[in-house]
């Protein structure tokens, strides 16, 4: 989703919603788990969204290598820890498989990010669950989550390291941010099958902006009056929008409610609904209406991926594939001479 273009919403095509949902195998969630505190917070969100969604919930570790250590690894040290591994995940699988969730475990060697990316599924309706770390307070994602969203094609459950420890997961209100697109569209049907599960209601959400005006000095009476007619209007078309989304789930059999939130920076705007409703699950897609296919998330997906106080269930679609930007490789050197052609 992108918060850069002010714009009023498109009428929505009826049938949008009924082509962005789920397929019909059953989703993996892979949850990557160690024995920090970190990894005891992710895993009842993981378990929970792997049940409501009918799915397998996958346990993974992955042994690393002693940081800065240059010295090969001791071949016995190494045996012990992976059997202490071992015991460790095939001890925390025993404890989860009286849930009535298919479960399998996997042990990954080698540097986190780099070998999780690699175990990640590619199936559309995969999941990968996550921590997001809160190093020194800082609203950003840390370095492991950021490479896996970046190089992974799957959807991502982002838990912040923010939330209480609790045994059992459950989910009494979900916000779905939506923007008119069909990208946006295609989080609904994922947030509706949590919400069955959970008995949860559903809050379906649109953030319009202040529209902004070009100029030069102090706004004329006219351009204040412009700028509020299309303010209005983009509130009135956003309502209708809304509640043609909420009309096709009356069949659901869950609570549905519409909110629009107006003025200010969209992204902000959604950060503060988060806890305005008392939201306990953010569900949207990566990309919305000024999705790229260069990046891994949109503006608004991103922002709401580092600051988001509550769990956040971000979903691809089947044709994307996280990948790194073109240009977050780029790195200033100098004075650097144009060259003459595209590598």
């Known amino acids: 989703m992108s918060s850069n273009a002010v714009r009023a919403i498109d009428t929505p095509n009826p049938n949008r919603l009924r082509n962005a949902g789920t397929n019909n195998h059953s989703p993996r969630v892979i949850v990557c788990v160690d024995q920090s505190e970190l990894s005891a917070k992710v895993i009842p969100h993981a378990r929970t969204i792997a049940k409501s969604l009918d799915g397998i919930l996958i346990l993974v570790h992955v042994m690393e290598p002693e940081k800065l250590s240059h010295a090969p690894s001791d071949p016995v040290e190494w045996d012990l820890r992976r059997r202490e591994a071992q015991i460790f995940i095939s001890g925390l699988a025993s404890r989860l498989k009286s849930n009535g969730i298919p479960l399998s475990t996997k042990i990954l060697e080698g540097q986190a990010a780099e070998q999780i990316s690699k175990c990640m599924p590619t199936e559309p309706g995969d999941i990968t669950a996550l921590c997001r770390s809160e190093a ?80 030069f000095g102090p706004l004329s009476v006219e351009d204040i009056e ?70 891994s998330s949109g503006d608004v997906a991103g922002f709401l991926m580092a600051r988001s106080p509550v769990p956040i269930l971000m979903i691809r679609r089947p044709h994307e594939v996280g990948s790194e930007h073109i240009f977050s490789g780029t790195a200033s050197k100098g004075a650097r001479r144009p060259s003459s052609s595209i590598k």
């Open 136 to 215: 020194e307070n800082q609203p950003r994602i840390g370095e492991t989550a950021r490479r896996v969203m970046e190089t992974s094609g799957s959807s991502i459950l982002l838990v912040p390291a923010c939330v209480p420890f609790i045994k059992k997961a459950t989910y009494s209100k979900i916000l779905v941010p939506l923007d008119g697109s069909p990208r946006a569209e295609s989080a609904v049907p994922y947030a509706v099958r949590i919400a069955l599960a959970e008995n949860a209601e559903l809050v379906l959400a649109h953030a319009t902006p202040q529209p902004e005006l070009m100029h």
């Open 226 to 295: 412009l700028r509020e007619r299309v303010s209005r209007r983009n509130e009135m078309v956003a309502r209708e929008y809304l509640d043609r989304i909420r009309a096709q789930l009356t069949d659901c059999s869950i609570p549905v409610r519409t909110l629009i939130l107006k003025g200010g920076d969209v992204r902000h705007q959604l950060v503060a609904a988060v806890a305005k409703q008392s939201a306990d699950l953010l569900v949207l897609s990566a990309q919305g209406s000024s999705g790229f296919a260069d990046v």
